[in-house]
């Protein structure tokens, strides 16, 4: 069953483009927002619109979203880190997303977490409902989801904050020198290559802070401590100073090392989440396993 949602439109939306005011009201991204719209699924006052139609104050946004997938993909190999009343930590898998958006009909955290009867908060936009932080598909490891509406608030606004403390370990090409430091470069869209993040001028400041914790044979094993929280930043970052994530032959890893590892994807994982307990106060620090294939590949490095 699809479900309709009818908008006044805000003070603050007026004149603006119905597809830019729709991101703002559903949380979706403007592509999404413009794909309803072309297909008929946003009305103003009873009537189909284009996506370039300037808001008036007495117009009244009728849209109409897609019913949600009853049967959300199963997620393998997804275990559960933590769990209490607020929150639940999961160990995502690579291959799973956070959650369902253009594009991705592949498994989800939030499908599987739904599918095993967990209870999630709906505070936050449709389609994230208590996301507060996220990982990419391709990389592993601990994510928290919100299950209480106080615990989406207060953990939104940690991670924005960035009170929140996100542990990384990255084995990359080579070895750095310093062996210790701090990368500071902006982040944007890569000016002419779809999809790809890149070091660029005028791109949103993103701070990687690294330290060597194992040297090996043509590669080094970090732990990567993030002040900022951009698109593939560590893989940008590592690829920027001459040392890409090993397997990551999408920033310009070896491909040849890659196979030899047997490595499908960058050699990146998230071990650590700590943070204050959304209603108690207390420090919680959760801990992810390396996954089997990481394991593997780091194991054949070390016996090089």
């Not at 933590?82 to 989800?108: C, L, M, N, Q, R």
Request: proline share 8%; charged share 20%.
């Amino acid at each position: 069953m699809s479900n309709t949602r009818y908008f006044p439109v805000p003070d603050a939306l007026m004149g603006e483009r119905v597809d830019a005011a729709l991101v703002r009201l559903l949380g979706m991204s403007r592509s999404k927002c413009a794909e309803l719209v072309d297909n008929g699924d946003v009305l103003i006052d009873g009537m189909r619109i284009s996506k370039s139609h300037r808001l008036n104050s007495t117009d009244i946004i009728e849209v109409t979203l897609p019913a949600p997938d009853s049967t959300p993909p199963p997620v393998v190999g997804m275990n559960i880190l933590y769990d209490d009343e607020d929150i639940v930590v999961v160990d995502k898998p690579v291959g799973t997303a956070a959650h369902t958006g253009p594009g991705w009909s592949g498994p989800t955290v939030l499908g599987n977490l739904e599918a095993a009867g967990y209870r999630i908060t709906t505070y936050g936009p449709p389609e994230r409902q208590g996301i507060v932080h996220r990982l990419d598909v391709g990389t592993s490891g601990a994510m928290m989801v919100a299950k209480s509406d106080v615990a989406y608030s207060v953990m939104k606004r940690a991670f924005k904050e960035r009170s929140v403390t996100k542990i990384y370990h990255a084995l990359v090409a080579g070895h750095l020198d310093p062996s210790v430091g701090t990368i500071d470069a902006p982040i944007g869209r890569h000016p002419s290559r779809e999809w790809r993040m890149a070091v660029i001028d005028g791109g949103k400041p993103a701070i990687t802070h690294y330290d060597t914790l194992e040297w090996l044979p043509g590669a080094s094993l970090l732990e990567i401590h993030l002040e900022t929280g951009r698109t593939h930043q560590i893989r940008v970052h590592m690829a920027a100073i001459g040392h890409p994530c090993v397997g990551d032959v999408f920033y310009g890893a070896d491909p040849t090392q890659a196979q030899r590892l047997m490595l499908e994807r960058q050699w990146l994982h998230a071990v650590e989440l700590t943070f204050q307990h959304p209603r108690t106060g207390l420090p919680v620090t959760v801990r992810s396993p390396y996954p089997a294939d990481l394991k593997a590949a780091l194991d054949i490095m070390r016996h090089s």
